[in-house]
């Protein structure tokens, strides 16, 4: 499906679940219709009051294929696959599905070594540099691993989504209200990345119905 992305990577603890839920609000803000399908058995259905994105629970397979069946119909929406970590045969049928795939990585020689791993594994993906350091020495260090570490896989590589504690939020059930302008630009500035590379429109159509779960 050319509008399913996923979200995956072998490692666990790299912000796959954030950057699912930070993507999925982005695109809400840019007037799109998103849904984020949650697949971690470890992890809880979130509550949709409130938010810009529709979350669903997709840890059973048989409603995962009821939603990707839908979606099929529904043209006009994007889905975001949260794939969780250490599971490399859902990996694999994730990015097979999807028409887009990002492998998070942290700022560690571990996550590095792992996400080239997986960008041999799955050669249309891109590596996302996730919960990156904000502070302008500790960003320097980290740019130069990638450099040493990553400089073959420069053109698959993402500009960082950078630490912004706020995230946290969209991972509550109930979410707050009201978000800070650090989480919803540093979202719109994510979707707008994923969106060029999907060569799709900054801004969506007006809405029409949302899919059935």
Known sequence: MQRLICVIGNKGGTGKTTITHVLCHGLGLLGWRAIAILTDSQR?????????YVPVDGREPEVLDKIVAKLETTPDWLAVIDGGG???????????MSGMALLPF?????????VMDDLDAFPNAYALPSQWP???????????????????????????VYTVSASKQLLQIQMPSALPNAL?????SLAWRVLQKMGLP??????HTAPNR
């Open 184 to 188: 919803n630009n540093m979202s719109r």
């Open 86 to 96: 250490n599971r490399p045969a859902l990996d694999r049928q994730f990015y097979e």
């Open 134 to 160: 904000t502070n302008p020495w500790q960003q320097l260090a980290a740019e130069r691993s990638v450099d040493d570490m990553m400089l073959t896989y420069r053109t698959r590589i993402l500009d960082p």
């Open 44 to 52: 809880q259905p979130l509550s949709k009051q409130g938010r810009r």
């Open 106 to 114: 942290r700022d560690s020689p571990e996550d590095m070594r792992t």
């Open 202 to 207: 900054r801004h969506a159509e007006p809405p």
